[in-house]
């Protein structure tokens, strides 16, 4: 009897934790050391970005990652130390990732939907192109009068000497008409630009309108961002005080003092992290240890 070799597939991945496979080997848990094996932190973050993107991947990815879906969080935190760091984004993003909403949410929601309306009702108004037609069917209608009145001139002078005035009259009849069609031309340009004049003072006050909004917008934005700093400063400063780094986290995200990888470490204890961290800072004494103090599924490298 002979028996045909046949590769076990691999387990389920456990919730909470992370499978990765490099090469033919599958690495799983909640700490995965990939230190050695030539996979580069910028390989690892995207092949986590892609697995925590929804929706069919064109490809399969040449470092398949298996792990739960990344949060907002995790734009400021994936790498350790991060490429750039901004603090205060990304204790809005931790305070996000607890569910915290600001008592601005719901008015910068409004004050949003306000501005796209009326953003979406901008017109594009013309009014030199109005101008100008009212000042053509001017001059036209000024030339033509002229004519006219040549005309009529030139006619009566000929009645008076009893000369043939067909002709003249044939051309009179042809300015007059051509002077009623451009006066009336000239009439609806006028009414046109009326028109426009008033459509124009409409865009010059959805103009200030727009810009009144978008102020309103941006100071409603500041508000929330404040309300979520303040809601879990302190949580930030009891989690730095846990975490290998120096670092003084004074009163606000303005006054810390201190690396940005220390701080990155605060925001991912003090964050609800789902995703793994990619963690090549040598902080820790082991990635189990890593994975246990940032509360988190962390993969070293």
Known sequence: ?????????????????????????????????????GVSPEELVAAVHTASTPGATVRRPELPVDCERAGPVHAHVSRIPPRSFDLRDALVAAARSHGLVPSAARPLERARAELAAASADLDTVDLSSAKRRVADAGTRARR???????????LEALREVGADTSVVEADLAEAVASLTEVETERIAADQRLAQVERAARAARDGRERRLHLADHVANLRRRARRELVSAVFDDFAVAL?????????????????????????????????????????????????????????????
Do not use: K, N, Q, W
């Not at 028996?3 to 909470?16: D, E, K, L, M, Q």
């Not at 033509?144 to 030139?154: C, I, N, Q, S, W």
């Open 144 to 154: 033509l009068d002229e004519r006219v009145a040549t005309l009529r001139g030139r």
């Open 241 to 301: 005080a846990t975490l290998p780094g120096d670092a003084e986290v004074g009163d606000d995200p303005a006054s810390y003092r201190g690396d940005a990888t220390t701080a990155a470490l605060a925001v991912a204890r003090l964050a609800r992290v789902a995703a793994p961290l990619v963690v090549s800072a040598d902080r820790f004494g082991s990635p189990a240890e890593a994975a246990t103090r940032l509360d988190a599924p962390v993969i070293r490298v």
């Open 1 to 37: 009897m002979s028996f045909v070799p046949t590769r076990v597939p691999a387990p389920p991945r456990r919730p909470g934790t992370v499978a990765v496979t490099v090469g033919d080997v599958s690495h799983r848990g909640r700490a995965v050391d990939l230190r050695g094996t």
